[in-house]
């Protein structure tokens, strides 16, 4: 099973100066920047998902703006994202509409003949065809909403249009056939009609934010209507990375996520991952977030009364406990209680009681107790915890946090390929 990376534009940057908390003044953005792929000694993914509506075009601004999208349609994918085949052999690029980010459109937002054109000229080798999400899923037989067969026509409408016309593209294309639905019936009847149309390659959308038991229902309905023919299935924004296995056992040829990175700074205590056997285990990094950023100070009133300079003394008194403990001087125990001094300060709530803000304090206690103690990153051979170290288990700046998404990416990449070969 291939796991593809959803790109969110997320990079590092490479000259980032840990000590200062900075970046150097001359560096230029994307350009000096690292992507997951660069950054790291092995590709953590076997490829990447660009979405149309991270790119900037007179429709609509995206993550990307106009300059570097129209450098995109330029250079290709491969180029832009410094992903190139000769170095990363038989890795995919695929494209999609980004049907979410369209969601509450009458009709989706690009033709068929615009997204093939987006598709021929980034060089992509897999795309997805035109479709409208359909929110709805129900597991039991009840009618689906005019709406969601109305979306329903329109993306099988679409789809059979898309293949005809892909053919342009030759055969270094795969197009995909996006299945949209409202249950695990009707998604199954739309897998069917695409393979009547042509594709050999399916993409289940609409179920980013399903639990993975209701995608495993709609798994099973589409294999058993396929029955014998040969489909590969790619799920859509699959986003429970641990639940990975069950979607094998359901036949998934691929799916795509940004999960692993997110969750280095979205997740407050699954944030940092390791193997623990053939599973997902997490740790928690260490919060010790910059005194200078007054966003902290003004969330905490104690923080305000402690005031800048007395901050500024404990957030170093905290650093310096942690960086010197990794090194092998400090005991583990004053280390975590120089952690805890600085964060009871600056990460106080006053929307809650004191009560629960010691409850708090003491439970993270604990925490880091674990997180540290364990030390981690000496047991990870990633780039990221080699350099770095400690570092990587800090909470701090964005360069802390998306390097720390980069090692979760080839923690999860790598537990992936050994399960791989535990379970062929
Ligand atoms: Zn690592």
């Given at each position: 099973m291939k796991f593809l990376f959803a790109d969110t534009a997320d990079t590092v940057d490479p000259a980032f100066d840990f000590e200062r908390t900075r970046s150097p003044r001359q560096r230029r953005v994307h350009d000096d920047d690292h992507y997951p792929h660069e950054h790291l000694i092995r590709a953590p993914y076997d490829g990447i998902l660009l979405s149309r509506a991270a790119f900037s075009d007179h429709r609509r601004s995206g993550k990307y703006g106009a300059a570097r999208s129209m450098r995109f349609r330029r250079e290709g994918a491969r180029t832009f994202l410094r992903y190139p085949e000769a170095e990363f052999p038989g890795s995919i690029v695929m494209g999609d509409c980004g049907a979410f980010s369209y969601r509450d459109a009458d009709a989706p937002l690009y033709t068929v003949d615009d997204t093939l054109s987006f598709y021929a000229d980034g060089g992509f080798t897999h795309g997805c065809s035109v479709d409208h999400l359909i929110f709805d899923f129900f597991t039991d037989n009840r009618e689906p909403s005019e709406e969601a067969r109305r979306r329903q026509e329109i993306t099988l409408t679409l789809a059979a249009d898309f293949y005809r016309t892909s053919v342009a593209l030759g055969k270094r294309f795969t197009p995909m056939g996006a299945i949209q639905g409202w249950s695990p019936a009707s998604m199954a009847d739309a897998a069917v009609d695409l393979v009547k149309m042509g594709y050999r390659s399916l993409a289940l959308g609409g179920m980013a934010r399903s639990p993975t038991d209701d995608i495993e229902l709609a798994l099973k309905a589409i294999n058993e209507r396929l029955g014998a023919s040969k489909v590969a299935i790619h799920v859509l924004g699959f986003g429970k990375v641990e639940d990975a296995p069950r979607l094998k056992r359901l036949g998934v040829t691929s799916f795509d996520t940004t999960s692993p990175l997110l969750r280095a700074f979205k997740d407050d205590r699954q944030n940092y991952f390791y193997a623990d056997g053939n599973r997902l285990g997490h740790y928690t990094a260490v919060r010790i977030p910059q005194a200078a950023d007054d966003r902290h100070a003004r969330a905490s009133a104690k923080a305000r009364t402690v005031g800048q300079e007395e901050l500024i003394r404990l957030e170093r008194i905290a650093l310096g406990a942690v960086r010197a403990y990794a090194s092998g001087e400090g005991e583990l125990e004053q280390t975590v209680d120089r952690i805890i001094d600085y964060v009871s300060v600056v990460l106080?709530?006053?929307?809650?009681?004191e009560k629960s803000n010691t409850a708090e304090f003491a439970k993270l206690r604990s925490i880091y107790l674990r997180s540290l103690g364990e030390r981690p990153w000496e047991r990870c051979d990633c780039r990221v915890c080699h350099e770095l170290g400690v570092e990587a288990l800090i909470f701090r700046s964005t360069n802390h946090n998306k390097r720390r998404g980069f090692h979760n990416l080839a923690v999860f990449h790598s537990l992936l390929k050994s399960q791989a070969k535990v379970s062929p």
């Open positions: 106080w709530k006053d929307k809650k009681s």
